[in-house]
């Protein structure tokens, strides 16, 4: 990867598809949509490649990537699938849910995929675009958030030549991301468990089960993607849970509050504030926003899902 490298924007038909594969069975860097957000996508067999993700996205080596595929058929390529990850697999693939899987031995994945793990995680996206992109290339693509490491992740073509212009090789432009929020990650090594709140309500997965979920997560040794705390931030520092802004705090609002330079969804509806949630974050980055509150938002269904992105983009960080 050329750190200096032009990037270019391909268009969503067959022409820029296939440029896109070939670009990747060169081992360069290309992004592209998903139904969640923009995925940095590599070839992920090929180390050298996804040493390149880590290097645009300046993330550490030691948190996975999650390898995306074109079906549930594919997956089994590179994976075992426990009873319960089949039966999840056949509920919400293709969809916003990763399945984090014992890997086969004979996979010939990237150990820079797993980060030395014997798991890995696996997706099949529901974007037109991305799975057309997936079928051209015909084998896995890692692909963590086109985004530098730790800031907001993309859900526009725009927001990924903001961060990584220059750093990667192109971007299919296939519009806004309709679900805007990352995948939710199940780990199925064993009995499965929440590894991250995401795009598919936790509580569907649960309703599919037919049980509660245990939470696994460990920000300091993470075994799937997303489990660093501090994650998604925006420039300026970020207040929860405010009713009464301070002065100097620019609102982001939920609900029917006055007084909101952006509303997540006046009328109070989860699924457009997960949509909207980090271009609302751009937007205040674009327009300098130095303190960010933001108005409650409720605990349940993609509501967790949102609260946790925002935990993230609130932690204390080193800058």
Request: glycine letters at 10%.
């Amino acid at each position: 990867m050329n750190q200096h490298e032009r990037t270019v924007t391909l268009r969503p038909d067959a022409d820029g598809i296939d440029e896109a594969a070939r670009l990747l069975a060169d081992g360069r860097l290309v992004a592209f949509p998903t139904e969640t957000v923009y995925g940095l996508g590599a070839d992920a067999r090929n180390d050298e490649a996804v040493a390149g993700i880590y290097a645009a996205k300046g993330r550490p080596s030691f948190n996975p990537l999650i390898i995306h595929v074109d079906s549930a058929e594919t997956a089994e390529k590179y994976c075992h699938f426990t009873p319960e990850a089949g039966r999840l697999a056949q509920a919400f693939w293709p969809g916003a849910m990763t399945l984090v899987l014992p890997l086969r031995a004979e996979s010939g994945i990237s150990k820079l995929v797993t980060a030395g793990l014997d798991t890995v995680a696996v997706r099949v996206p529901d974007h037109p675009v991305g799975r057309a992109l997936l079928k051209a290339f015909g084998a896995p693509v890692a692909a963590p958030s086109a985004n530098p490491s730790g800031r907001i992740s993309p859900t526009a073509a725009a927001h990924v030549m903001g961060g990584l212009a220059g750093r990667i090789a192109a971007v299919v432009d296939g519009g806004a991301c309709e679900v805007g929020l990352e995948s939710t990650i199940i780990g199925c090594a064993g009995a499965p468990v929440l590894m991250r709140a995401g795009g598919l309500p936790v509580e569907a997965i649960e309703a599919c089960l037919g049980y509660p979920l245990q939470t696994e997560e460990d920000p300091n040794a993470p075994k799937s993607p997303g489990q660093l705390l501090s994650h998604y931030a925006p420039r300026g520092r970020v207040r929860l849970n405010v009713t009464s802004p301070e002065a100097g705090e620019i609102l982001l609002g939920f609900g029917d509050v006055e007084g909101a330079a952006l509303n997540l969804s006046p009328s109070g509806d989860l699924t457009e504030a997960a949509a909207s949630l980090f271009a609302a974050l751009h937007r205040l980055d674009d327009e300098g926003a130095e303190r960010i509150a933001v108005s409650p938002i409720p605990d349940h269904g993609l509501g967790r899902a949102i609260n946790d992105r925002l935990r993230r983009a609130a932690a204390p960080r080193g800058d």
